[in-house]
Nanobody, 127 residues
C-alpha cells in the first residue's frame, strides 16, 4: 500500500507556472506507474499525465502536451508535474495517483486503473 500527499497548488495568472509535487510513502514507490488527474467543478475526473515505473515512458493528455511535464525522483519517492503556460481552463483540483501495474514501460490513462489516490490540490488560473 502507498499513501500519496500532493502539494504545490495555488493561484496563478494565465501564462504563469506552477510545480505540483506528490510525495509517496512506503518502500515500493518504484513499482507503481504514477499519474496526475484533474477535476473541475461539474466535470468528470480527467487524465493529465502519467509516467512509467522506471520513468522511461511518459504520456500526456492532448490539452496539456507541450506545456506540462511529469517526472519522478525515486530517491525522494516523489512525482512532479511542472505546469507552464497555464490557462484558465487548467483550473481544477489536481490528484496524484498510483497504478500497481506489472508493466515497467506501459502507462494507463483511465482513472479506474489507479489504485491509490492523494487528497488533491487546488490549482486556480486567473484570466
Amino acid at each position: 500500500q502507498v499513501q500519496l500527499v500532493e502539494s504545490g497548488g495555488g493561484l496563478v495568472q494565465a501564462g504563469g507556472s506552477l510545480r505540483l509535487s506528490c510525495a509517496a510513502s512506503g518502500r515500493t514507490f518504484n513499482t507503481y506507474t504514477m499519474g496526475w488527474f484533474r477535476q473541475a467543478p461539474g466535470k468528470e475526473r480527467e487524465f493529465v499525465a502519467a509516467i512509467s515505473r522506471g520513468g522511461g515512458t511518459t504520456y500526456y493528455a492532448d490539452s496539456v502536451k507541450g506545456r506540462f511535464t511529469i517526472s519522478r525522483d525515486t530517491a525522494k519517492n516523489t512525482v512532479y508535474l511542472q505546469m507552464n503556460s497555464l490557462k484558465p481552463e487548467d483550473t481544477a483540483v489536481y490528484y496524484c495517483a498510483a497504478d500497481q501495474t506489472l508493466s515497467s514501460s506501459y502507462v494507463r490513462t483511465s482513472h479506474r486503473n489507479y489504485d491509490y489516490w492523494g487528497q488533491g490540490t487546488q490549482v486556480t488560473v486567473l484570466s
